[in-house]
């Protein structure tokens, strides 16, 4: 079974800076899709960035970015420029041949004026 | 372009009642995804449903059972209530196919609370 793990319930920032949410994985599969997703406060959770396994290039969306390490199966996100509507729950999420996407518990990023 | 409804938003309920939770996937999407987020942590799999059938099944009791409909709409029901079944519960539909990207596209969830 494949496992997500976040290691920093929370994280702060400072406005325009830049901060790495960490997390790690593990499974045997070899081809997968992993995911930052974002849950902002008593809202829906939506997508921040995907990246697929087979690619070596790490994914970018604007201000997000990933430190993509298959062989270490580790899949940081990087925040630049971070802006207060960044403040929101930040879950990493595997999903692998099956299609069933399994959730590391989270990082709670509070971003401070 | 309707994203995922769902509904009710809240509800209480009594140790030993039952509940029925419904979806509304994204349109275009065939394929609905429930998960169980206990306050503090990351969304728990219940289980998947594709052309009307349960395709996976995560660790849950059999007291969680689901339904979808041929509109792609589904419910989640939960018999034999626990103080340990509150949480949100949310739905997530996707497309199974060619143009799957693995995303998730989530409604709002409804929470659920046991007394």
């Known amino acids: 079974a494949q496992t997500v793990t976040q290691s920093q319930p929370e994280m702060s920032v400072q406005e325009a800076e830049t901060v790495t949410l960490s997390c790690t994985y593990d499974?045997?599969?070899?081809?997968?899709?992993l995911f930052w997703y974002k849950q902002p406060p008593s809202r829906q959770m939506i997508l921040v960035i995907r990246q697929e396994a087979y690619k070596q290039q790490n994914a970018t969306e604007n201000r997000f970015s990933v430190n993509f390490q298959k062989a270490a199966k580790s899949f940081s996100l990087k925040i630049s420029d971070s802006q207060l509507g960044d403040t929101a729950m930040y879950f990493c999420a595997f999903q692998g041949y099956a299609g069933k996407s399994t959730f590391g518990d989270g990082t709670t990023l509070t971003v401070k004026p | 372009d309707a994203g995922v409804t769902q509904s009710p938003t809240h509800l209480i309920k009594t140790r030993g009642q039952q509940v029925t939770l419904r979806c509304s996937p994204k349109?275009?999407?065939?394929?609905v995804s429930w998960y169980q987020q206990a306050l503090g942590q990351g969304p728990q799999f219940i289980f998947q449903?594709?052309?009307?059938?349960?395709?996976q099944r995560g660790n849950f009791p059999d007291r969680f059972s689901g339904h979808q409909f041929p509109n792609y709409s589904s419910e989640l029901n939960v018999n034999a209530l626990l103080l340990g079944d509150s949480a949100l519960y949310l739905c997530a539909s996707s497309l199974i196919g060619g143009d799957n990207t693995g995303e998730l596209f989530f409604g709002e969830g409804s929470r659920l609370t046991v007394l």
């Open positions: 499974t045997s599969e070899n081809n997968y899709y």
């Open positions: 349109s275009g999407h065939d394929t």
């Open positions: 449903y594709y052309e009307e059938e349960e395709r």
